[in-house]
């Protein structure tokens, strides 16, 4: 293994899922739901594949029925209009987005700003790229995690080229604000930056509300933006994602896609464009349900002992496990299934200030709500 990508190791998500299966537990770790997404969509991808949609090679850009679908959706959505043939890229899942976007865009020795925490692969496809990265820390404030933004001003330097956002954030839920988005705008602009910017959990807003970096003003062509249909129609195994931005920017991003994966998944390709065209109601239902699951989780996680970051977004929960005595994530997490057979992910794999993140660990309430009360029966153990 080459010295780029030596202090990564094994994913988190890969190490917590097979303790999970291997001790029998919950799995309240790796963010998938545990049931799959809408039938009428499952459907879709079986008929494209008896069809013969996408059985073979489908064009690198993605097929032009979920590129117009996808720029329908941004359109619908957000008022943001996007010409699907120059400005949509499918990709094998946001993960492939992140990587293409990093690949194509940042020269060895530029810097990356990055929120810490961040999600994993973001530190390893900087690295990837020869890029160094530069975390500004959301720290607990008020229940929530918040951004500095003066710190995020300090830490833009002339090498700067980019800024990696993420917003619903992972892990800590928080959704920044039109405030800050207008911040960060400013400064990107000021200062000539790129943004690529991480939007998977888009739909996933309980209190507040997602609007895309892209919408403010200088940002539309400065702006790489990720979605995934992962998260919006639970199916993560599909690997379906995609960037919305410039002709430019597209373009570039394409170049390195095209030597990584060149394609993928054509049959869900097309039954993605249909998930992307259901009613208003399909996501409005998506969303309460994951807030009543946010609760009921929060709830008794709080009973259990920890201070919980209660979420505005995602469908993760950060806690402080301070309370219940102890102060280091990872060894809580190691710990936990033989505890009480639950498993949780420590955000201290997300920093690389890891002193900042030793006492957090994130749970997943994307899951079915017995499941969650079986856990939140077996969190209580704890106390
Ligand atoms: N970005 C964030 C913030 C995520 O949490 C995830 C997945 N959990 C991804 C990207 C990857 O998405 P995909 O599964 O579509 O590759
Ligand atoms: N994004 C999901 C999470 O944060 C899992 C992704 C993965 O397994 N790589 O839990």
Redesign the pocket.
Known sequence: LNRRLAEFGTTIFAEMSALALSTGSINLGQ??PDTDGPEEVREAAVRALRDGLGNQYPPGQGVPELRTAIALHQQRRYGLSHDPDTEVLVT???????AASLLALVEPGDEVVALEPY?D?YAACIAMAGGTRVPVTLRPHGGRYVLDLDELRAAVTPRTRLILL?TP??PTGTVLTREELTEIAALAVERDLLVVT?E??EHLVFEGEHIPLASFPGMRDRTVT?S????TFSF?GW???WITASPALVTAVRSAKQYLTYVSAGPFQYAVAEALRLPDAYFTTLRDDLRDKRDLLSAGLADAGFEVYRPAG?YFVTTDIRPLGGSDGVAFCRALPERCGVVAIPNAVFYDHRDQGSPFVRFAFCKRTEVLQEAVARLKGLA
């Open positions: 963010g998938f094998a899942g946001a993960t492939e987005a992140i999600y692969s993420n954030h992972n991480d998977v959990y990720i995934s249909a992962g998260k993560t690997k379906v994602g995602t």
